[in-house]
């Protein structure tokens, strides 16, 4: 938990590297092993010139490899300032072999108020519009059939095995689960600003996704760890699970609708970001709070 890393700090290393269209997976590749390799292997936060930035994370970040390191770190920002400390693996954990120590997260989460699962919008049918799958099944079945799904479900949160057992945990330990979609527009070599779109493709294809939600059908790099992650959870608790990991998704539509990301923020115990919420939108945020059953 210790090992978690300012807001202030993950943006402007975002901003001086220009790591903003980066897959998280190329920041292992190209930042973070690199430069601990003649540290010891150690890890990117035990850095000697990165530890002033750490500290005690209260917020646990789950995100997929290979979605968009830009998108992890609006969604990192999402509803609060720059006192918030976050925990991201790929900073954390050491990144070489013999690392096994350094996986067992539920420690972390135990100390963290909340969890930050990033999604960001994925264009096509999933942003398009409300499909109402709930009432439409053979659409549905259709689109999971579809290529359009197989390459979605490499980076959606819930269809991948290690985010699941992470949600699994946040679930045990009773922490708030926060899903926040943006996707980061404008980044340049040089740029000091970008701007997060969280518009339409955003709320539909949370909306969408409470209704893809199947943990039994996670998927694994690693069939062995499949078989054993999965069958530490329970199949008893699949039912729960994708019924919280539904209404979280549903809750996080209600927020990126009504535009009161500070919602979310308030769930990751930062209360006093409500104070800022102007007159005019706060029935915006008691329908969100009441949505996400955060009242």
């Known amino acids: ?12 290393l975002t901003f001086a590297l220009n790591m903003w269209e980066w897959m998280t997976g190329e920041v292992v590749q190209y930042l973070v092993k690199p430069v601990t390799e003649g540290e010891g292997r150690c890890r990117f936060a035990h850095l000697p010139y990165i530890r002033p930035y750490t500290g005690a994370a209260t917020i646990f970040m789950s995100h997929c490899w290979g979605a968009r390191w830009g998108d992890l770190v609006a969604a990192a920002c999402a509803g609060s300032d ?76 819930f269809c991948r095995l290690w985010c699941v057992v992470e949600i699994a945990a946040v679930l045990e330990l009773r922490k708030a689960l926060v899903f926040s979609s943006g996707r980061v527009q404008g980044a340049s070599a040089g740029a000091t600003q970008v701007a997060v779109a969280r518009g339409a493709g955003s709320v539909n294809m949370l909306v969408n996704c409470t209704h893809l939600v199947n943990v039994e059908g996670a998927d694994a790099a690693v069939e062995a760890d499949k078989v054993r992650e999965l069958a530490k959870i329970g199949p008893a608790n699949f ?57």
């Open 82 to 157: 720059m006192r918030r400390v976050v925990w991201i693996d790929v900073f954390a954990v050491r990144q070489w072999p013999g690392n096994g120590a350094d996986l067992d997260f539920r420690g972390v989460l135990a100390g963290c108020t909340a969890a930050i699962v990033a999604a960001a919008p994925i264009e096509g049918k999933l942003t398009a519009r409300d499909h109402e799958w709930g009432k439409y099944d053979a659409d549905k079945e259709l689109f999971l059939l579809s290529e359009e799904y197989a390459v979605a479900a490499k980076i959606l949160p």
């Open 239 to 295: 039912g729960r699970i994708n019924q919280a990991v539904a209404s979280a998704l549903y809750a996080g539509s209600i927020a990126v609708r009504s535009d009161v990301t500070e919602i979310d923020a308030a769930s990751c115990g930062e209360r006093w970001s409500i104070n800022e919420v102007r007159d005019w939108r706060v029935g915006s945020l008691v329908l969100a709070a009441c949505v996400a059953g955060r009242v």
């Open 1 to 12: 938990r210790g090992c978690g890393v300012r807001v202030d700090f993950l943006l402007a």
